[in-house]
C-alpha cells in the first residue's frame, strides 16, 4: 500500500472505514492511561499542582507545529506531485491545527499565571506561536474566500510553504532569544532535564495526543471528500435540470460531471 | 536584463503618472500620523516616545494599502499575461515589478518620515534611526507583501484577505524595525544587532518572495 494507492478517493475511503475503529479506540485507552499517569504524577516542588498543566500544554504545542509540517507536505503533493488528496488533506488538517494551537496558548497562559504573576507576556515563544495561530486563522480564511477548491488548493499551499519558516523559528526562539519561556527539556543535546516521573506521562500524552491527530485527520479527509462528492453530485444536478431543455449541451456537462466525481 | 529594466521604467512611470497612486501612499502615511496624536492625545513626551513606533505603524499600513493593486492592474489589462507568458524567467520579474513598487512607493515614505517625525516631537537622532530602519525594513514589507498580492489576484480577491494573510508575515519586520529605532534613540541594546537582523529579513525576503510569487501566479493564472 503505497501513498499512489491511496489516490483513488474510494480506495482511501475503505481504508479508513477499516482502520478509524481501531485508530479511535487507541486514541481512547491512550490518553486515559496518560490522564490517568499525569493525575497520579506527583507534584513538582518548586511548581506544586499546576506542573500537570504541562501534560496538556506540550503536546498542544508540539502537535501546532507538527500539523503546519504535515500541511507543508501536503503543500508539495499538490504543487509537486499533483496528489490528488494532497488538499483534500491541507484542508482538513487546518482547523484541527488551529484547535490545538489555541489550545496550548490558553494552557499556557493559565500555567503563566500562577507560575509568572501573568496571563500573557510578549516573549519570543509566545508571540511566534500567536503568529502561528493567526495564520492558520488566516489560511483558512483563504479556504473559505474562493468557491473553487482546487484553485484555493494551489494558493494555499504556497501559503503554507511560506508560513513553514514560521516553524523553526519557533522551535528556537528559546535559544535565539533568551526571554520568559524555557528552553527544551525532552529532545535535547545530552538527554532530556526531566525526571522520570514527569517524563513518562508526557510521552504517553504525546503519543495519544498524536494518534488523536491522526484520527481527527482521517475523519475530517473523509468528511471532505464525501462533501466534496456531494458538491458535484448538485453541480450534475444542477445542470442536468438546466439542460432539460436544451439537450444538445447534456452530454457534455455530464462529461465534466463524471470527471469531477473522479478528481473528489 | 533590458527586458527587466523596461519593466521597472514602465511600473515606475505608470505608478507616478495620474492614477498610478503611489504617491497616495504617502498620503495615507500622514494621515495615520496625524490621527495618533489625536488618539493618544497631544502629550509630546508621550508622542516621541511613541513615534518610533507610530512611525512604523503608519509605513507598514501604507505600503499594504498600495500592495493591492501590484498584479491586479496588470491582470486587468492583460500584461501580467505577457509578462507570465515572455522569455524571462517570471521570478525576475516578480522580482523587477516588487523592485519598481518599492522605488514608486517605499522610497517616498522614506523621505516623508523626517518631516512627520517633526510633527511627533521626534529629535535628529531618533529620526535617522527611524529613517534608516525604514530604509532597511520597507524591501522586506514589500516582498512579502507581494506573496499575498499574488494569491489575492489569482484568487480575485484582494483588500481584507490580502491584510489577513500579509500582516501575520511582517509582524518579525515590525518588530526589529522598532526595536533598532528605539535602541538608537534610549538603548541599552545596540543598534547593530536589531538593524542586522532587520537587513537580514529584508534580503531574506528578496529571495522567498518572488519565487513564492511566481509559484502562485503560475500556479493560480489559467
Known sequence: MTLTDLANPTRFLALTTR?????????????????????????????????????????????????WGVMSIAALGTLVWRH????????????????????????????????????????????SVLILFLMYLGLMALWRAVEDPSRAARAAAVLTLVGAINIPIIKFSVDWWNTLHQPASVFRAGGPTLDKAFLWPLLVMAIAFSLLFITLHLA?????????????????QASSSRTFSAEAGSASCEGNGSKEIGIA | MSALAALI???????????????????????VTVLMPFAVGPDLALLSRLGPAILWLGALLA???????????????????LIVMSRTPLELACAAKALAHWLAAGLPLIVATPVLGLLLNLDGTATL??????????????????????????????GLLLAVLVLPLSIPVLIFGVAASQAAISGPMSFGTPFSILCALSLFSLVIGPFAAAASLRHGLD
Open chain 2, 63 to 81: 505600503s499594504l494599502l498600495t500592495l493591492d493593486r501590484l498584479f491586479t492592474a496588470d491582470h486587468e489589462d492583460g500584461s501580467l499575461d
Open chain 2, 129 to 158: 534611526a527611524v529613517a534608516l530602519t525604514l530604509l532597511a525594513g520597507t524591501p522586506a514589507l514589500t516582498f512579502t507583501g507581494m506573496i499575498g498580492a499574488a494569491l489575492a489576484v489569482t484568487l480575485h480577491r484582494g
Open chain 1, 84 to 127: 490528488p488528496l494532497a488538499d483534500v488533506a491541507a484542508k482538513s488538517a487546518a482547523p484541527i491545527g488551529a484547535a490545538f494551537t489555541f489550545l496550548a496558548l490558553v494552557t499556557g497562559s493559565l500555567w503563566g499565571r500562577p507560575m509568572w504573576g501573568t496571563y500573557w507576556e510578549w516573549d519570543a515563544r509566545l508571540t
Open chain 1, 19 to 67: 482502520i478509524l475503529p481501531w485508530l479511535a479506540g487507541a486514541t481512547a485507552i491512550l490518553l486515559a492511561i496518560g490522564l490517568y499517569q499525569s493525575v497520579m504524577a506527583p507534584d513538582d516542588y518548586q511548581q506544586g499542582a499546576t506542573v500537570k498543566i504541562m501534560f496538556i500544554h506540550v503536546p498542544n504545542a508540539w502537535l501546532s507545529m507538527f500539523v
Open chain 2, 9 to 31: 521604467r514602465r511600473d515606475i512611470r505608470i505608478a507616478l503618472r495620474v492614477g498610478g497612486g503611489a504617491l497616495i501612499g504617502v498620503l495615507f502615511f500622514l494621515t
Open chain 1, 220 to 236: 475530517a479527509m473523509r468528511n471532505e471528500i464525501l462533501r466534496r462528492r456531494v458538491r458535484s453530485l448538485q453541480m450534475m
